[in-house]
């Protein structure tokens, strides 16, 4: 029972920002990797971005030096900040987290809806 809503996604043009905020709620849980993936339009799902329990990023290289991923593990939220947004960022953004079960120990994958990032020119 894990439930993410993202959040921060809308129109922009080409050269501004974004910054995409993911929620995460439910039961009691403990969240290792945390990551942003998107989806464009006949493309494959691809990882943008992700942030393990200790704080190691992974960027795609498409969006390194513009994308910065963090997470606040106090507040159990992943965020995703976009600058110099181009016209080949548009896609659907969606929240990807990573749950640690116990008893029995187990690893769960969950995914928000997904928000919608249109960049125009």
């Known amino acids: 029972q894990v439930q993410l809503v993202e959040s921060g996604g809308g129109l922009v043009q080409a050269g501004g920002s974004l910054r995409l905020s993911c929620a995460v709620s439910?039961?009691?849980?403990?969240?290792?990797?945390m990551g942003w993936y998107r989806q464009a339009p006949g493309k494959q799902r691809e990882l943008v971005a992700k942030?393990?329990?200790?704080?190691?990023?992974n960027y795609a290289d498409s969006v390194k030096g513009r994308f910065t991923i963090g997470r606040h593990n106090a507040e159990n939220t992943v965020y995703l900040q976009m600058n110099s947004l181009k016209l080949e960022d548009t896609a659907v953004y969606y929240c990807?987290?990573?749950?640690?079960?116990?008893?029995?120990?187990?690893?769960?994958?969950?995914w928000g809806q997904g928000t919608q990032v249109t960049v125009s020119s």
């Open positions: 990807n987290v990573v749950v640690v079960r116990t008893r029995p120990l187990r690893v769960e994958d969950y």
């Open positions: 439910g039961s009691t849980f403990s969240l290792n990797d």
């Open positions: 942030i393990s329990s200790g704080g190691s990023t």
